[in-house]
Every structure is written in C-alpha cells, then in structure tokens.
C-alpha cells in the first residue's frame, strides 16, 4: 500500500484548503483512510477518517467537526479532506494513513490502527 499525501499549502485564518491522500498498490475499496496530524513540539493528532464500505461512516476528531469533511473519490483512487474556516491551531504536518481493516469506535483515533503511512504535507495558517 503506498500513500500520497497533497495539497499543502499556506493560507489565512478562515481559508480553505483541500487536502488529498493518493493510494496505490491496492484496491482502493480495500482499505480505510485517516487523517492525522502533528505541530511542532506536540503529539500527533487525530484528525478525520472514514470506514471503507457502503455507508460511508466518518469519524472526526473533536475541533474538526463541522470544519473538515473527509470524502472518497473512488474514481481516482483518492481520500479527500475539505478544510474549512482554518484556524492558526491547525498549523500542523498532516499524514493520511490506512488500513485494510475498518476503524471501529473503540479504534479509529490511534495511529496504531493504521500501519500503512503517506509522507506528510505542510499547512499553514497564519493569523
């Protein structure tokens, strides 16, 4: 399984950014997508996922609700996440990660779920 992370970039506190997981090496619909992400000096943080499968079950992790929406693009094999009305607080490195599994309640915020890793992309908001 190997991930793509992209869309990085800078903006300003209230801006957009659209952030995109590329996954290869396996059947898209085999695997589950998350979000993670780390800012300098703290601990990486969960940030949205989705269970592979019908319905479309979505995780979030609490300051992104109502912010981020995680979609799947199943035609180009990409995980998608919307960010909206950033915040200086989301400054961060951010990883999608999978598995071949499918993320549970009890499950899907420890990075121990997923042991596949993309390479990380930037985003930075300034204030």
Do not use: H
């Not at 995109?20 to 703290?42: D, E, H, L, N, Y």
């Not at 009890?106 to 596949?116: E, F, L, N, Q, W």
């Amino acid at each position: 399984v190997q991930l793509q992370a992209s869309g990085g970039g800078v903006t300003q506190a209230g801006g957009s950014l659209r952030l995109s997981c590329s996954v290869s090496g396996v059947t898209f619909g085999s695997v589950a997508i998350a979000w993670f992400r780390q800012a300098p000096g703290k601990e990486r943080e969960f940030v949205a996922a989705m269970r592979k499968g019908g319905g479309s079950v979505t995780y979030y992790g609490d300051s992104m609700k109502g912010r981020f929406t995680i979609s799947r693009d199943n035609a180009n094999n990409r995980q998608n996440l919307q960010m909206n009305t950033l915040r200086p607080e989301d400054t961060a490195v951010y990883y999608c990660a999978a598995t071949t599994g499918n993320p549970i309640s009890s499950t899907y915020r420890r990075s121990s779920t997923y042991p596949y890793w993309g390479q990380g992309t930037l985003v930075t908001v300034s204030s």
